[in-house]
Protein backbone atom coordinates (compact mmCIF):
# COMPACT_ATOMS: atom_id res chain seq x y z
CA UNK A 1 0.00 0.00 0.00
CA UNK A 2 0.87 3.66 -1.10
CA UNK A 3 0.29 6.40 0.52
CA UNK A 4 -0.39 9.54 -0.64
CA UNK A 5 -0.78 13.38 1.24
CA UNK A 6 -3.04 16.27 0.17
CA UNK A 7 -4.82 19.19 0.98
CA UNK A 8 -2.59 21.54 3.03
CA UNK A 9 -1.58 25.08 2.46
CA UNK A 10 -1.69 28.38 3.83
CA UNK A 11 -4.44 29.42 5.69
CA UNK A 12 -5.25 32.31 8.79
CA UNK A 13 -6.04 31.57 12.27
CA UNK A 14 -9.71 30.33 12.47
CA UNK A 15 -9.82 28.89 9.01
CA UNK A 16 -10.74 25.26 7.83
CA UNK A 17 -8.50 22.89 6.33
CA UNK A 18 -9.24 19.42 5.09
CA UNK A 19 -6.53 17.02 4.35
CA UNK A 20 -6.98 13.83 2.46
CA UNK A 21 -4.81 10.69 1.99
CA UNK A 22 -5.10 8.77 -1.04
CA UNK A 23 -3.87 4.65 -1.03
CA UNK A 24 -3.23 3.14 -3.85
CA UNK A 25 -5.18 0.21 -3.26
CA UNK A 26 -8.52 -1.15 -0.86
CA UNK A 27 -7.17 -0.65 2.70
CA UNK A 28 -10.06 -1.53 4.52
CA UNK A 29 -8.19 -3.94 6.78
CA UNK A 30 -5.86 -1.38 8.31
CA UNK A 31 -6.36 1.47 10.89
CA UNK A 32 -5.52 4.83 9.85
CA UNK A 33 -3.81 7.57 11.34
CA UNK A 34 -2.78 11.19 11.10
CA UNK A 35 0.35 12.52 12.53
CA UNK A 36 2.30 16.41 12.25
CA UNK A 37 5.82 17.22 12.87
CA UNK A 38 6.08 21.11 13.63
CA UNK A 39 9.67 22.63 13.42
CA UNK A 40 12.09 21.41 15.99
CA UNK A 41 9.86 19.34 17.20
CA UNK A 42 8.85 15.51 17.30
CA UNK A 43 6.19 14.11 15.36
CA UNK A 44 2.91 13.78 17.55
CA UNK A 45 -0.56 11.83 16.99
CA UNK A 46 -3.35 13.73 15.96
CA UNK A 47 -6.28 11.24 14.57
CA UNK A 48 -6.68 7.81 13.91
CA UNK A 49 -9.72 5.90 12.68
CA UNK A 50 -10.12 1.92 12.87
CA UNK A 51 -11.01 -0.24 10.34
CA UNK A 52 -14.36 -1.00 9.63
CA UNK A 53 -17.07 -3.27 11.53
CA UNK A 54 -20.01 -3.18 9.06
CA UNK A 55 -20.57 0.85 8.45
CA UNK A 56 -19.23 1.27 12.02
CA UNK A 57 -15.48 3.27 12.48
CA UNK A 58 -13.85 3.50 15.86
CA UNK A 59 -11.93 7.46 15.94
CA UNK A 60 -9.29 8.65 18.22
CA UNK A 61 -8.22 11.75 19.09
CA UNK A 62 -5.14 14.12 20.79
CA UNK A 63 -6.51 16.43 23.33
CA UNK A 64 -5.28 18.97 21.54
CA UNK A 65 -7.12 18.83 18.62
CA UNK A 66 -10.48 16.98 19.99
CA UNK A 67 -13.61 19.12 18.78
CA UNK A 68 -11.95 20.91 16.35
CA UNK A 69 -10.27 17.89 14.16
CA UNK A 70 -12.32 14.95 12.57
CA UNK A 71 -11.34 12.18 11.03
CA UNK A 72 -13.10 10.07 8.50
CA UNK A 73 -13.02 7.54 5.40
CA UNK A 74 -14.56 6.70 2.32
CA UNK A 75 -17.25 3.64 2.04
CA UNK A 76 -14.56 2.70 -1.10
CA UNK A 77 -11.39 2.38 1.81
CA UNK A 78 -9.19 3.79 -0.18
CA UNK A 79 -9.38 7.80 1.39
CA UNK A 80 -9.33 9.18 4.69
CA UNK A 81 -9.83 12.86 5.66
CA UNK A 82 -8.82 15.17 8.08
CA UNK A 83 -11.03 17.93 8.77
CA UNK A 84 -9.43 20.58 10.80
CA UNK A 85 -11.50 23.38 12.19
CA UNK A 86 -10.70 26.43 13.79
CA UNK A 87 -7.24 26.13 13.13
CA UNK A 88 -4.18 27.74 15.52
CA UNK A 89 -1.01 28.62 14.28
CA UNK A 90 0.44 25.77 17.14
CA UNK A 91 -1.26 23.46 14.71
CA UNK A 92 1.66 24.88 11.99
CA UNK A 93 3.24 21.32 11.12
CA UNK A 94 3.85 18.97 8.19
CA UNK A 95 1.26 16.68 8.54
CA UNK A 96 1.56 12.57 7.59
CA UNK A 97 -1.21 9.74 7.13
CA UNK A 98 0.22 5.80 8.12
CA UNK A 99 -1.96 2.96 7.83
CA UNK A 100 -1.37 0.06 10.60
CA UNK A 101 -2.74 -3.36 9.91
CA UNK A 102 -5.83 -4.10 12.43
CA UNK A 103 -7.50 -7.51 12.79
CA UNK A 104 -10.36 -6.41 14.14
CA UNK A 105 -12.28 -3.21 14.70
CA UNK A 106 -10.88 -1.64 18.13
CA UNK A 107 -9.45 1.75 19.60
CA UNK A 108 -6.73 2.31 16.68
CA UNK A 109 -3.37 3.07 18.16
CA UNK A 110 -1.54 5.64 19.07
CA UNK A 111 1.70 4.82 18.73
CA UNK A 112 3.94 5.86 15.74
CA UNK A 113 5.90 2.85 16.12
CA UNK A 114 2.77 0.47 14.91
CA UNK A 115 2.01 2.40 11.76
CA UNK A 116 4.26 0.53 9.05
CA UNK A 117 3.27 2.78 6.23
CA UNK A 118 3.80 6.31 5.88
CA UNK A 119 2.83 8.95 3.07
CA UNK A 120 5.24 11.44 2.19
CA UNK A 121 3.55 14.63 4.15
CA UNK A 122 1.58 17.75 3.18
CA UNK A 123 2.24 20.81 4.74
CA UNK A 124 -0.28 22.91 6.60
CA UNK A 125 0.89 26.73 8.00
CA UNK A 126 -1.50 28.56 10.15
CA UNK A 127 -0.89 32.61 10.32
CA UNK A 128 -2.08 34.54 13.08
Known amino acids: VQLQASGGGLVQAGDSLRLSCAAS???????MGWFRQAPGKEREFIAAISRSYGKTYIPRYADSVKGRFTISRDANKITVHLQMNSLKPEDTAVYYC????????????????????WGQGTQVTVSS
Open 25 to 31: TRFGNYA
Open 98 to 117: AASYQRLATMPTNLESEYDT
